[in-house]
């Protein structure tokens, strides 16, 4: 089995910052693209940001400029740099993974969320 655990989220006022991680384990033996979402209360779940293979990195418009996603293949982990952190980013964020287990093919996994909350 694999499973993705995130960390990181907090309380931050406006303006600051905070980085997400997102650790894979288990029978892993390789990992594909990857990627955060997030969801609001009472909003639906959003993508924030994705990453390839390759390295080639995609984001929502709202977060262009302030968020950068990274990652880590020889430690099997997935970063969230968010900077100029505004109310409006308050959510659960969840990151998500297409990983290839030992003994079976590629599925795409996600993790439990870590809240990430912005006071003004």
């Known amino acids: 089995q694999v499973q993705l655990v995130e960390s990181g989220g907090d309380l931050v006022q406006a303006g600051g910052s905070l980085r997400l991680s997102c650790a894979a384990s288990?029978?892993?033996?390789?990992?594909?693209?990857m990627g955060w979402h997030r969801q609001a209360t009472g909003k639906q779940r959003e993508l924030v940001a994705g990453?390839?293979?390759?390295?080639?990195?995609n984001y929502a418009d709202s977060v262009k400029g302030r968020f950068t996603i990274s990652r880590d293949n020889a430690k099997n982990t997935l970063y969230l740099q968010m900077n100029s952190l505004k109310p409006e980013d308050t959510a659960v964020y969840y990151c998500?993974?297409?990983?290839?287990?030992?003994?079976?093919?590629?599925?795409?996994?996600w993790g439990q969320g870590t809240q990430v909350t912005v006071s003004s």
């Open positions: 998500n993974a297409k990983i290839a287990s030992r003994d079976t093919p590629y599925y795409v996994y």
């Open positions: 990453i390839t293979t390759g390295g080639s990195t």
């Open positions: 288990g029978r892993i033996r390789s990992i594909d693209d």
